[in-house]
């Protein structure tokens, strides 16, 4: 089952754990692709069978997803979080986005920023 920080989105979750991305991209009103394309991922990635349970798919996958439940009560919405995620520069990061760090792999980087603002730090 999910753990505590991935909740919010539990419904994307199979029984096994396993995240669906077409769970995750009918909650967030986007299609497999270009969910794909946002996380860093290939078509494929999201696409084939034998690709979805992947660990470098699952992985990605969990990283976009705890970004997300950690901005949606800033955002509002899982769709307004996923927003926020594609398009607001983070000064931090020399103005690149959420969904730049993820794709360079530094989803990690993110998550930390996130915590430093929660905590009332500075962008």
């Known amino acids: 089952m999910a753990s505590a920080a991935l909740d919010l989105l539990s419904e994307v979750f199979a029984e096994d754990g396993a995240i669906h991305p077409d769970r995750l991209s009918d ?3 986007v ?7 946002a ?4 078509k494929d990635a999201v696409t084939k069978t034998s690709r979805l349970h992947a660990p470098k798919t699952q992985a990605r996958l969990r990283d976009v997803i705890e970004i997300l439940n950690r901005v949606r ?4 919405s899982d769709e307004a979080a996923f927003a926020w995620y594609r398009s607001s520069p983070l000064p931090s990061f020399g103005d690149l986005t959420a969904e730049d760090l993820v794709k360079q ?15 009332g730090g500075h962008a």
């Open 27 to 29: 909650r967030l009103r």
């Open 31 to 37: 299609t497999r692709l270009q969910l794909a394309a």
């Open 39 to 42: 996380i860093g991922l290939s």
């Open 73 to 76: 009560g800033w955002a509002g």
């Open 105 to 119: 792999g530094r989803a990690e980087a993110v998550k930390r920023y996130i915590s430093r603002i929660a905590a």
